[in-house]
């Protein structure tokens, strides 16, 4: 007896671990079939229902063919065994048919595709999907003593299970994936499968049948015998409860994802965010499965409980569905609470929200299971009754959350918006209410004024429509903690004070489409900022008219500059506000632009910013579609589109969402960017952005060293000062005539961006250079490669997304643009005015990176007449450079480390002062000398360049006019840098500054001998 309460116990314990591998390998199915069938919604539904279908074919199979069998536990061991054995060869099987895949997608996509897609995935999911469904009815069955049990039993075992689906969502997002990888997690699920057949079958040699109870801890309360007290539902009943079993398959699937997208509102889109909202959601479920299973053999009158569970769910879903509106409210607050205590208490705290919406209705439905099965239990009578009838019921619920998955996500949410689909859910839930109500043997005026009144409740909003979700709010993205005050006022508990506010004052476009909330936001006016708009995707910031001009424009202009012939096929990843393909279109060399995007909403919306961009739209179908003969539209996953088109290219440009959000990493992966590389011409050149804010030094110095591995010559741009980089690479030299440059580059059209980006000079853009390919590798040289395998940046960046500005700099990464120039062709004048130009340039730049360091690191460097308390660099400036000029007569190059860093804070800090720009100027020259004493010859040029840098500043200074000094610094730069024309030149400007009583150096004379 001990042996066989000891075996039962085990059961329990195998089912949970079942559930966790279950949803492990769910996740890690959608996330390897993403990379083959791309990250659209529709291939993601595709595999959501065949994964379902697989459960509801196995479950229906098992109840009607094997539940009346003998050796249950030992056939549920060999299922987990089959499930392990299977998955662990199944990612070489899903790599295996990519090839007839990608044979069916041509140039752009075939008509057929999305047909394939669904038979791939049901068939290839088919074999371990079917073991799973099939293992609730199986163990129900053994572990069910009696069939007047079944209720108390299955339910139990489906609420054990969920937990263990609990378990694995939770491990998997935040602890296998993360530390592990795809493959070690997939080998870790295959193995636990293993285990848990290798057991099952050593238990099932115990006796096909357990002699305790269907409970671990004591034996289950006997059911309550039939009574007049009781009432047997009727035939009518029984067929509405399984029919309304179906309905709330559906409606809790299209409810989950209408949650998903509206909490995404809320909470942002990372992997942890669905992570989380997904573990919370089947948390409710499992709970609401244990407290119903409990409470079923209890019930005199299962259908008319049921009827309120129902009843109950679309009142609360309705609720919920209002409350969602303010749910960015409530979760900012949260947010900014819960991130100041690190990344573990702010997935607490969001975990705190999501609950207090979504757990009362998740514990009803998760009851239903449960209650219908109490309803059926009569019929459950006779070999394999018991599994029979689970798998029925189950089979019929999981094909109804098929059809809710493909239907909800597909057609209900774009028609009826989020709202609409929530309150529809909610009706779908007391529709069957009523009727069951209506169809239990019980009635009476007390049951239906309860009853009804919780319907009515149900009913009012749509009804009166009361209550709507307001556009601004749900599109503001205030999760992102844009307000340094109201989040301060939020972690004080004036929340009254930290209401968050929108983005814009009008939503100029909104639509939540199948895939993504996109809206466009009129933001007026405010300091130095023009009026303009936003586009918002998911509620965050992903193009604007004006403030992200420059990395737009910077996106397609710099690769077709860089490339060394006029390119005449270009593809764009990611339509923004189309100001990346207005700029390519600039060029009258280009024959075609494809441009890839994967959310139809965003195509629709850049129609608002063409005053910007220059792109001609017409009118269709009640929106906007482009109206550009070179141009073709691709509705994909750009790394789908890059994987299987036969197409080659000049240019790729990428500009994806920030990768903190789910799926955006895939594109920045080493196997993204060799697929870039294998989509190139010969000569071609691809472009990567990639923000710095929000992002761990880690993870970007990760993504720059996986560019440089695969691209042989790379290049990085920085075009907007310390935030937005450029990552430039090509098989072939990216050395830039820079005489051919600035023909290219004075094309009216491409001018005409330029301005809109505020580059009105070549040298300007030029000045956006930032490091070449072997500085990369010296600063980012132990930077792990960012792989398919790792996920490193999906999971790296959202943990480091409310850090604030980034805490380490990356000013000093910067090298000399001069390293990937060839400046040759031009003559001695217009090659000494160039780089005059190009020095200015760099110099105004390098103040604004230094000060976005100064930032990042929170140094609190104040004017001296703010009226705060002096700090350290408010003293007068004469007094600094004194003590400057003292440390750089010091022979120690540390010393001069200093001051050099010093003087680039000040000037971070303060208009670019002339004796600050000398004394940098002088300082960069010594370092130079100290660096070629110790034979550091790339940092002996990097010193020069920089030291010319501020000497041409300190020459254009009007205090220049009459003062020598940075004329005489200036020449002897030229010299070291073996320019001896210019040093003359230089010299002799020096003497011209210092009148009559002038006295030229002697080893300036030298350069008149």
Aim: hydrophobic share 50%.
């Amino acid at each position: 007896m001990a042996k066989a309460l000891r075996a039962s116990r085990a059961v329990w314990l195998l089912f949970f671990c079942s559930g966790a591998s279950g949803l492990v390998y769910e996740v890690l199915w959608t996330r390897h079939l993403g990379l083959i069938f791309g990250n659209t919604v529709h291939s993601l539904a595709a595999v959501l229902s065949s994964f379902m279908a697989g459960l509801a074919l196995g479950s229906w199979l098992a109840g009607r063919y094997l539940a009346g069998r003998g050796g249950l536990l030992k056939l549920y061991g060999i299922f987990e065994v089959a499930i392990g054995l299977y998955c662990a060869v199944l990612p070489w099987l899903f790599e295996a048919v990519a090839p007839l895949y990608g044979s069916l997608y041509g140039q752009t996509g075939h008509a057929a595709v999305p047909v394939l897609r669904f038979a791939i995935s049901f068939l290839f999911l088919l074999v371990p999907t079917t073991c799973m469904g099939a293992t609730l009815p199986l163990l129900s069955q053994y572990m069910t003593r009696a069939p007047d049990r079944m209720a108390r039993t299955a339910g139990a075992l489906y609420a054990v299970n969920t937990f263990g689906a609990v378990a694995g969502a939770s491990a998997a997002g935040f602890l296998l994936l993360p530390y592990l990888g795809r493959g070690a997690t997939n080998l870790a699920a295959v193995a636990l499968n293993l285990l848990l057949g290798a057991v099952a079958v050593y238990l099932s040699r115990k006796g096909d049948a357990p002699d305790a109870p269907a409970t671990s801890e004591a034996p289950a309360e006997p059911a309550p015998a039939e009574s007049a007290e009781q009432s047997a539902p009727s035939a009518t009943a029984i067929r509405v409860a399984a029919l309304a079993f179906g309905v709330t398959g559906f409606a809790a699937m299209a409810t989950q994802i209408a949650w998903t997208r509206a909490l995404s509102l809320a909470i942002g889109s990372s992997t942890y965010a669905f992570s989380l909202i997904v573990a919370v959601f089947i948390f409710g479920l499992a709970a609401g499965g244990a407290w119903g299973s409990r409470r079923a053999p209890k019930l005199a009158d299962p259908a008319a409980s049921l009827a309120r569970v129902l009843l109950g769910i679309g009142f609360l879903a309705m609720l919920v569905s209002v409350f969602l509106g303010w749910s960015p409210v409530l979760f900012f607050w949260l947010i900014a609470i819960g991130h100041t205590w690190g990344f573990p208490a702010l997935m607490a705290f969001e975990a705190l929200g999501v609950a207090l919406l979504l757990f009362l209705p998740t514990l009803l439905m998760g009851a239903t299971l449960p209650l219908t099965l109490r309803i059926y239990q009569t019929r459950a009578g006779g070999a394999g009754g018991v599994g029979r009838t689970v798998g029925g019921l189950y089979a019929i619920n999981t094909v109804g959350s098929i059809l809710g998955s493909l239907l909800g996500g597909l057609v209900l949410l774009p028609v009826l918006r989020l709202q609409h689909t929530l309150q529809a859910g909610a009706l779908l839930y007391t529709l069957p209410g009523l009727a069951l109500l209506y169809y239990a043997p019980r009635g009476g005026a007390k049951r239906w004024a309860s009853g009804g009144l919780l319907a009515a409740l149900t009913f009012l909003p749509v009804l009166t429509g009361a209550l709507d979700w307001n556009e601004l709010r749900m599109a503001s993205g205030a999760y992102l903690l844009r307000d340094p005050a109201k989040v301060e006022a939020a972690r004080a508990f004036r929340f009254a004070e930290a209401l968050p506010e929108p983005i814009g004052d009008e939503a100029v476009y909104y639509k939540e489409g199948t895939a993504a909330t996109v809206a466009v936001l009129h933001v007026p006016a405010a300091g130095p900022f023009p009026e303009g708009l936003v586009l918002t995707v998911g509620g965050k910031p992903d193009a604007s008219s004006h403030t992200d001009m420059a990395t737009q424009v910077g996106l397609t202009l710099v690769p077709m500059l860089v490339h060394a012939g006029p390119p005449s096929e270009v593809l764009v990843i990611g339509m923004g506000s189309g100001g990346s393909l207005g700029a390519a279109l600039a060029m009258d060399e280009l024959q075609r632009a494809d441009v890839v995007e994967i959310s139809p909403e965003v195509m629709e919306a850049s129609y608002h910013f063409a005053p910007y961009t220059g792109l001609r739209y017409k009118p269709s179908g009640g929106t906007w579609v482009l109206d550009e003969p070179k141009v073709e539209t691709i509705l994909n996953d750009g790394r789908n589109h890059l994987r299987f088109t036969t197409r080659r290219y000049d240019v790729i440009s990428s500009e994806p969402s920030n990768p903190w959000i789910a799926g955006i990493g895939n594109l920045f992966t080493r196997e993204a960017f060799e697929l870039c590389r294998a989509r190139l011409k010969e000569g071609g050149v691809m472009c990567q952005w990639l923000h710095r804010y929000g992002m761990g030094e880690e993870a970007f110095r990760s993504v720059w060293r996986t560019f440089a591995e695969v691209f042989p010559h790379m290049q990085v741009w920085c075009v907007e000062p310390g935030m937005d980089f450029l990552l430039v690479g090509s098989d072939a030299s990216l050395t830039i005539p820079v005489e051919h440059w600035q023909q290219r580059i004075a094309d009216p059209g491409i001018q005409e961006f330029l301005k809109k980006a505020n580059y009105d000079r070549p040298a300007e853009l030029l000045a956006c250079l930032y490091a070449d390919r072997a500085s990369v590798l010296e600063v980012c040289g132990d930077a792990p490669l960012h792989t398919d395998d790792n996920l490193l940046l999906e999971f790296n960046a959202p943990r480091t997304l409310y850090q604030g500005r980034p805490p380490y700099p990356v000013a000093h990464w910067r090298v000399s643009p001069e390293r990937s120039l060839d400046d040759d062709s031009l003559s001695p004048a217009r090659r000494r005015a160039f780089l005059e130009q190009l020095d200015l340039a760099l110099a105004g730049r390098e103040r604004y990176e230094v000060r976005m360091d100064l930032r990042s690191l929170e140094i609190p460097f104040h004017a001296a007449d703010d009226g705060r308390p002096p700090t350290l660099y408010d003293q007068p400036l004469a007094v600094v450079l004194e003590k400057a000029q003292d440390q750089v007569r010091d022979d120690s190059e540390s010393s001069l480390q200093k001051v050099a860093g010093l003087l680039r804070q000040m000037i971070s800090i303060s208009p670019l002062e002339f004796e600050v720009a000398l004394s940098l100027a002088e300082t960069e020259r010594q370092l130079a000398i100290r660096s070629l004493a110790r034979k550091a010859q790339p940092a002996v040029w990097e010193h020069l360049r920089c030291a010319r840098r501020y000497a041409h500043v300190a020459c254009r200074h009007p205090a220049a006019r009459n003062d020598p000094r940075p004329h005489e610094v200036l020449a002897r730069v030229w010299s070291n840098l073996g320019e001896k024309d210019f040093a003359r030149e230089a010299a002799a400007a020096a003497r011209e500054a210092g009148g009559e009583a002038y006295v030229l150096p002697t080893d300036l004379k030298k350069l008149f001998e």
